[in-house]
């Protein structure tokens, strides 16, 4: 993957999450191929769909109206390190509004149950906390249980139903970390 032209990436131990600036939404929607060889990428993420070809189409419009706040609407194409292919997204849905906004994402089935999603979600989580944001909220489908289990590994906490379920992740609290292992509770090696 070429890094130097994925700009404001964000990086995990196995993926690279990168933003579709303008530019490069533009030439992803004009010519994939083109796309594929300046980024070094290959894309095996969701299906393009023609739902799909057109939120594309009106993301590149949005950004060009509004590039100072472009990473908290557009897609972040999820990258697996190992064979440089774009197996997924990630996006922030709207500019937070008192720091809050919401979080969506997807995955091309054959890379699921490996980890991938929480991995990307925990860092782009990390991504939000530090540019500012307070909370985000979360929409699964009922039956969805794949992304709820995504959300619940990742902190969120189910809000509320309302035809589909809605979670929230607080992101003001720091991670807490373990606490210390009591002196007295070390476990004795020399009588295990």
């Not at 419009?61 to 064979?83: G, H, V």
């Not at 490996?114 to 782009?124: D, H, K, Q």
Request: glycine share 6%.
């Amino acid at each position: 993957m070429n890094r130097e032209e994925a700009i404001d990436h964000i990086e995990t131990d196995r993926l690279i999450l990168f933003p579709f600036t303008e530019a490069s939404l533009a030439l992803f929607n004009s010519d994939l191929t083109g796309f594929e060889n300046k980024y070094g990428i290959k894309y095996q993420g969701e299906e393009l769909d023609w739902l799909l070809r057109d939120f594309l189409k009106k993301l590149e419009r949005e950004i060009a109206d509004d590039p100072d706040n472009y990473l908290f609407f557009t897609e972040f194409l999820i990258t697996l390190k190992e064979t440089d292919s774009v197996i997924g997204s990630i996006d922030y849905k709207y500019v937070p509004r008192d720091g809050l906004t919401e979080v969506g994402y997807g995955l091309n089935p054959q890379f699921e149950r490996r980890g991938y999603m929480t991995e990307a979600l925990t860092a782009f989580l990390d991504f939000g906390r530090r540019s500012g944001l307070k909370a985000v909220l979360a929409e699964t489908k009922k039956d969805n249980t794949k992304s709820q289990n995504v959300l619940k590994r990742c902190g969120f906490v189910f809000l509320r139903e309302g035809g589909n379920l809605w979670w929230k992740k607080d992101l003001e609290l720091p991670p807490t970390p373990a606490p210390p292992f009591p002196h007295d509770m070390k476990p004795d090696h020399d009588n295990v």
